[in-house]
C-alpha cells in the first residue's frame, strides 16, 4: 500500500496519484532501493588522524627552531679598531654604526709632552708611519668594494693623506688593493675573499683623522 510522502495518505494497491492531495505517489520498493543505494558512510582513520597530528607537530618544531637559531639570518659582528686611541666621546664604534654623523676621531695624546724621544707631530696624536684604521669582519666573506667616509662634518682637514688600503686573510699576511689620499675613499675590484680590510698610514700625517663610515661590501 503506496504512503503518499506529501500528506501521509495511505492509497489503494496501484495507485499512481495520492487519492488526498493528489501528489504522484511512489512505489515502496523503488523508495526502499534508494535508501539501500546510498553509499556506506566511511569510518574516519584513527590511524589516520595520529599521522596528521605528528606531522604538524614535527613542522612546529622545525618552525621554533628555526625562530630561535636563525642560521641564515646569522651574520658576523663587524668591528673597528686603531693602533691610535679615540679623542673623547668619538668611539670606534661610530666608524662600523651606519650613521653618517657620528664618527671616530684619533686626535689623542699619546705621548708626554716632557717625552724627548718622540716628535712633536707624533706626540700631538697625529697619524704616522706604521699606525692603521682597521675592520674586522668577523669572519671570511667575499668582497669587491671598500667606501671610506672622512672628516665628514664639514671639517675638510681630519683625513688620511698618505695611506694604503688593504685586505688579510688573518690579520697578520696583507695585499694592497690600492694607494689613497683623498678624503672619501671608493674602491671597487675583484671580488676577494678577507676577513681584514684596514687603512695604513705610510707617512706622517699632519692632521688628526675623523672616520665616519668604513663600509666594505
Avoid at 679615540?86 to 689623542?108: L, M, Q, R
Avoid at 699606525?131 to 682637514?157: C, E, H, S, T, W
Amino acid at each position: 500500500m503506496p504512503i503518499c510522502k506529501e500528506c501521509g495518505t495511505k492509497n489503494d494497491e496501484g495507485s499512481v496519484f495520492c487519492e488526498e492531495c493528489g501528489a504522484k505517489l511512489v512505489p515502496e520498493e523503488r523508495m526502499q532501493a534508494s535508501v539501500e543505494e546510498l553509499p556506506p558512510k566511511r569510518k574516519k582513520s584513527k590511524l589516520g588522524l595520529i599521522i596528521g597530528i605528528s606531522l604538524g607537530c614535527l613542522v612546529l618544531v622545525a618552525i621554533a627552531l628555526l625562530l630561535i637559531f636563525n642560521p641564515w639570518g646569522k651574520s658576523a659582528k663587524i668591528t673597528f679598531s686603531s693602533s691610535m686611541p679615540p679623542y673623547e666621546g668619538h668611539k670606534e664604534i661610530y666608524a662600523v654604526d651606519s650613521d653618517p654623523s657620528t664618527y671616530y676621531w684619533s686626535n689623542a695624546y699619546r705621548y708626554p709632552d716632557s717625552d724627548p724621544e718622540k716628535d712633536y707631530k707624533t706626540k700631538r696624536g697625529w697619524p704616522t708611519v706604521g699606525d692603521y684604521f682597521q675592520v674586522d669582519l668577523g669572519k671570511i666573506r667575499k668582497i669587491n668594494r671598500v667606501k671610506i667616509i672622512q672628516a665628514p662634518d664639514g671639517d675638510q682637514q681630519d683625513y688620511l693623506r698618505h695611506g694604503k688600503l688593504q685586505y688579510s686573510k688573518d690579520g697578520e699576511k696583507w695585499t694592497t688593493i690600492g694607494t689613497v689620499s683623498n678624503r672619501v675613499i671608493d674602491e671597487s675590484f675583484g671580488p676577494v675573499k678577507v676577513r681584514c680590510v684596514r687603512l695604513l698610514v705610510t707617512q706622517l700625517n699632519d692632521y688628526w683623522v675623523k672616520i665616519a663610515e668604513f663600509q666594505v661590501f
